[in-house]
């Protein structure tokens, strides 16, 4: 094979690694390190299982990530950059990991360091810090979710406790988790926030079976009967619908980070997959179809980088709108589920084999698409910061 130039074989084409600190770089390098030795060689089979790999959470508490952002707690208190760095290693690994993961440092811990008391704070952040004690985060439900706003799961004060009813659904987590974020209405119509702790009687999360996306990791339908907590427990900081959107839109950007890193995995299998692979008498990738592929694969990708890193700073200086926040999720979703459907053509039918890993990346992206808002919801989001007119139906 002759080459007009040496090939370029790592994805930072724009040299963005130079953007980044010592402590990034670190932080990025040691959860790759993880995920190349300790996830990659044995996730294939619990995804087909459909099985959590929960020999995997120890490892992950060494390695001090979780919490990300937050300081203090026993958390690392890493930039916007480096936790986002964080998110697309992980899903570059594997998507369930990579849910299992956001939910609990993302989500759950995230809820409680901003909208919890200080004695709820000292009390689950350094344990789940560790991952001695695993959080879930349930808002959607049955009957809504991209209107999650009119949620029907309803809370009553009852003397010194709240009691909650009603029902959740895709809810990560739940099924192990020894606190889950409960999102309810009260009396008055706005919606709370309650920490229901492991055990917590009429409380039932049901592992929801059958899925063709991010199989390795539970989500639950969670049925509320009659569930009791105590007045303690309830979020302070949690008073209406809007500190919940706080909430999902200062997470919203790890989704980004998230797509990009199966954007990542995807493309670089099928580089490797196609230097190596002989058809006509030559390698696929001297092809010229093959070439403008992986260019406009490459493009994409970069172009995704930029956003990340971007949008991390605008969050990092407190700068970052829910349209930004939107925009990143939307293009990079829609990027990332193009650029696996592209690497698993160049592999032909072996793309659809898990040994050759695109196929899981394919099939994980499809729920990426779709969670933290689907790609008509970011556009609408965008759209009314745009024009300044909302296209939600009594928003």
């Not at 990991?97 to 704070?121: K, N, P």
Request: net charge neutral; hydrophobic share 45%.
């Amino acid at each position: 094979m002759t080459l007009d130039a040496a090939p370029t074989s790592g994805t930072d084409f724009y040299l963005l690694d130079e953007w980044l600190t010592p402590e990034e770089r670190a932080i990025r390098d040691r959860v790759r390190a993880f995920c190349n030795r300790e996830m990659v060689p044995i996730i294939n089979d619990y995804w087909d299982r459909a099985e959590f790999p929960f020999e995997l959470i120890p490892k992950l508490a060494a390695l001090g990530i979780a919490g990300g952002t937050i300081k203090g707690y026993g958390c690392p208190g890493m930039s916007t950059i480096a936790a986002g760095l964080v998110g697309m290693e992980l899903a570059r690994g594997d998507g369930s990991v990579s849910t299992f993961f956001g939910v609990h440092s993302g989500l759950a811990m995230q809820t409680i360091a901003l909208l919890g008391s200080e004695a709820q704070r000292r009390h689950w952040l350094p344990p789940m810090a560790r991952l001695e004690r695993i959080g879930a985060f349930a808002l959607t439900e049955p009957n809504h979710g991209s209107d999650a706003v009119l949620l029907e799961t309803r809370v009553r004060r009852d003397g010194d406790s709240y009691v909650l009813d009603g029902e959740k659904r895709w809810i990560g987590n739940a099924s192990l988790a020894d606190v889950t974020i409960v999102w309810a209405r009260g009396d008055d119509g706005q919606v709370n926030g309650f920490l229901v702790e492991k055990g917590t009687p009429g409380f039932e999360a049901q592992v929801i079976t059958g899925k063709t996306s991010k199989r390795a990791v539970w989500q639950t339908h969670i049925s509320l009967r009659g569930v009791r907590v105590p007045a303690g427990n309830r979020l302070p900081g949690a008073n209406s619908f809007e500190d919940t959107a706080r909430i999902l839109t200062a997470t919203r950007y790890s989704v980004a980070w998230g797509a990009l890193g199966h954007a990542l995995a995807a493309y670089e299998a099928a580089r490797s997959y196609v230097l190596e692979r002989v058809q006509f008498g030559k390698p696929l990738a001297a092809f010229q179809l093959v070439q403008d592929k992986l260019a406009r694969m490459l493009a994409a990708i970069t172009a995704m980088q930029l956003l990340c890193l971007r949008l991390s700073q605008l969050l990092e200086a407190g700068k970052m709108t829910p349209g930004m926040a939107s925009l990143a999720k939307m293009n990079n979703a829609a990027k990332a589920r193009q650029i696996v459907a592209d690497a698993r053509d160049l592999l032909g039918g072996n793309g659809i084999l898990l040994e050759n890993h695109i196929a899981r990346h394919q099939a994980d992206m499809e729920a990426v698409f779709t969670y933290e808002g689907t790609d008509h919801i970011q556009a609408l989001i965008l759209g009314r910061e745009i024009t300044g007119l909302s296209a939600f139906s009594g928003r």
